[in-house]
């Protein structure tokens, strides 16, 4: 687990997007359901950077579902505002949670925080597993002792 330190930079990824008017409502504020696929823009690009992206987990023998959500909505994201969304690494011993910021690009202020929770599944018994399997350690660069 990782306390609120700083974390390995390959832990954290961040893409910046740009609110398209056809995630907007009529006050041309994007709707909330929108946050989530900004969440998963980021997340891919964090898992891309750790070299563990969804088809190298499905080819590692396990699946990553997402078993809970939470996003705090501060600040209203709006059409043809740029954002920088932050995914990172916050635990990984026994179940992945990723953490999630959205920044106004040119304020650099915090506008959404939110996070995930995945945990692995062995797809050949589709069992979940209490403790992350060894290759998402190695793809975190964790020594093997932690794997104990």
């Given amino acids: 687990m990782t306390s609120k330190k700083q974390v390995p930079d390959h832990w954290r990824a961040d893409v910046e997007?740009?609110?398209?008017?056809h995630d907007v409502d009529m006050m041309e504020i994007a709707w909330h359901g929108h946050y989530v696929k900004y969440f998963e823009i980021a997340r891919c690009a964090l898992f891309?950077?750790?070299?563990?992206?969804y088809r190298q987990m499905r080819d590692s023998g396990y699946a990553w579902p997402v078993i809970d959500l939470h996003v705090r909505y501060v600040k209203p994201l709006r059409f043809g505002q740029t954002v920088t969304v932050r995914a990172q690494i916050a635990e990984y011993?026994?179940?992945?949670?990723?953490s999630y910021q959205v920044f106004d690009r040119d304020s650099g202020e915090r506008l959404t925080k939110g996070h995930t929770?995945?945990?692995?599944?062995d797809m050949r018994s589709e069992e979940m597993l209490f403790?992350?399997?060894a290759i998402l350690l190695e793809k975190l660069g964790v020594p093997k002792a932690a794997e104990a």
């Fill in 93 to 98: 011993e026994n179940r992945l949670k990723v």
């Fill in 17 to 21: 997007l740009e609110v398209p008017f």
């Fill in 48 to 53: 891309d950077q750790l070299d563990y992206n």
């Fill in 117 to 121: 929770m995945q945990v692995a599944v």
């Fill in 131 to 133: 403790a992350s399997p």
